[in-house]
């Protein structure tokens, strides 16, 4: 299929203007803000990334424009569908209308162990079913009932977490006075959090929410007794940010205990309640999705003393540079080790390379998705030989933006919180062989004639992590790129008109 590629800055500067042409005025001063093309500055280096801007400008975390279809999600899925969900041993309530718990119901894959049902609930939906009734008069007593029921038919569940809905907000619900009264009769850990969906601009407030839960109903409790017994050692670490899609905290963990390291729990695939109630009793927190748990990291960092740096185990280039990073923080056995681990798996890397390089090299790529992909996923592309044509967050910070100066080249498109009218054009103008995104973009870029990979939920494939999960994510590029059926249709405009009789 002819393909009309962009062919650098200047281009992308035309093509941003010509979208924004289709907005009325005020809409597209507003949304002007949002799309630049990444270009290094003369200014001085930033403190925290230690370069100078590329694309710090963008502007980001700011309500979307109302009626432009934005992608982003709610403060509710921020908190349910990522940071609290994957805790596979504590019960986690949509408290409100079915609706949000159906709809977030094992939508991501996060992996875990143990016996669903038993003392393992991530894929379970529990909801306390709101009517026009519970509206009226309030649902603290249909939450009180729905807890008691959890307790009796799953004793082994080691908590409650209570992820509000929009209603609740609205009609005053006192979750926390619930929570309260059902930890002491049960004396199981309960968790209101005050996730409500129209909180914010986008789910990114519902991380920051939840990481507060964690501080106050977790944190700032009385220590379990199995904490107390616990005894931290010299090499005690927390993954933090990992939610195990299709098994790629697993992935990372491989790698960090064969450094050396003592994984003393990961956040939150696959994780249990106990593994972040004695997550203070680490030596450094190692974070993998910024975006969501940075809050967290940082309140430790002052309350503990616990140190953290945030790590990228996409591609092995950036597992290389990460492990050794991480391994500064050891003493010298655990930087020999991290040398010995790069070292075993160089040959595996060599045949990836040397197998899919040649299939992919100057193949183009647009990305756009949330958490820490955008930037992250960028050197795991460059390592196959590929470009990145354009790349953008859903509910990115500034400071998401700036980080995205460590991968991105200059002349690289930047777009935040891109609604669905703009995505599309860019597509349809620079034409890239591959588009990375969501479940909400697929179908249509599909519908283009273009291949697409799901990337928030790795497409039922993974782990992209580690150094096996580079393995697969290049089969899984090569798949989608080589594959014959598009070459077997036309993309809608170049369909030929059907003559009129």
């Known amino acids: 299929m002819a393909k009309d590629h962009a062919s650098g800055p200047d281009d992308y500067e035309s093509l941003i203007e010509e979208v924004l042409e289709a907005y009325p005025e005020k809409a597209r001063k507003k949304r002007a803000k949002h799309l630049q093309v990444s270009q290094t500055t003369d200014e001085a280096p930033d403190a925290t990334t230690g370069i100078a801007s590329k694309c710090d400008t963008t502007k980001s975390n700011i309500k979307s424009i109302p009626g432009v279809m934005t992608i982003r999600g709610c403060a509710y899925a921020g908190s349910k569908g990522v940071v609290w969900g994957p805790v596979k041993d504590m019960v986690h309530i949509s408290h409100g209308p079915v609706g949000c718990g159906q709809y977030s119901w094992s939508q991501r894959r996060n992996y875990y162990i143990g016996k669903t049902g038993i003392d393992s609930f991530v894929t379970m939906q ?31 569940s080691n908590g409650v977490t209570i992820q509000s809905e929009c209603p609740i907000g609205l009609i005053g619900d006192d979750i926390e006075a619930v929570a309260k009264q059902k930890k002491k009769e049960s004396g199981k850990t ?28 977790v944190f700032e409790q009385e220590e379990s007794e199995a904490v107390k017994a ?6 005690d670490v927390n993954v933090i ?22 994984v003393v729990g990961n956040w939150s695939g696959d994780a249990t309640l106990a593994e972040i109630e004695r997550a203070p009793k680490a030596k450094l927190n190692l974070i993998h999705c910024y975006r969501s748990m940075n809050y967290i990291c940082r ?16 591609g092995p280039t950036q597992i290389a540079a990460s492990l050794r990073a991480i391994a500064k923080n050891f003493d010298e056995t655990i930087q020999e080790n991290a040398e010995k681990v790069i070292a ?19 193949k183009s790529v647009m ?21 990145i044509a354009g790349t953008g967050y859903e509910f990115g910070h500034n400071d998401d933006y700036k980080r995205t100066g460590h991968y991105v080249k200059d002349g690289t498109l930047i777009y935040d919180d891109v609604t669905g009218y703009e995505l599309e054009k860019f597509i349809e103008k620079i034409r890239p062989d591959l588009v990375g995104s969501g479940i909400k973009e697929k179908y249509p870029v599909q519908k283009m004639g273009i291949p697409f990979r799901q990337m928030h939920s790795w497409d039922y494939s993974g782990p992209y992590h580690g150094y096996d999960g580079f393995a697969i994510f290049a089969r899984d590029m090569d798949l989608a790129i080589n594959n014959p059926v598009w070459g077997m249709y036309d993309a809608p405009w170049e369909t030929p008109a059907i003559a009129a009789e």
Request: proline share 5%.
């Open 299 to 314: 309140y430790m960092e002052e309350k503990y003393g616990i140190g953290w740096m945030e790590y990228n185990f996409f």
């Open 126 to 156: 529990f909801t306390t079913d709101f009517q026009e009734k519970d509206i009226v008069f309030g649902g603290d007593k249909k939450l009180a009932k729905t807890i008691d029921e959890i307790n009796e038919l799953f004793p082994l």
């Open 367 to 387: 990305l756009y998705v949330g958490g820490l992909r955008p930037r992250h996923v960028v050197t795991a592309y460059d390592d196959l030989g590929m470009v």
């Open 344 to 362: 075993k798996y160089q040959p595996l890397v060599d045949e990836v390379i040397a197998k899919f390089r040649p299939r992919l090299e100057g």
């Open 241 to 262: 940010g990992d939610y195990n899609i299709g098994g790629d905290a697993w992935a990372s963990r491989i790698l960090l205990e064969e450094m050396g390291l003592n």
């Open 190 to 217: 309960m968790v209101p959090v005050r996730c409500e969906g129209f909180r914010g601009v986008s789910q990114s407030l519902g991380h920051h929410i939840a990481n507060d839960a964690v501080r106050d109903w």
């Open 230 to 235: 616990y005894e931290p050692g010299p090499y």
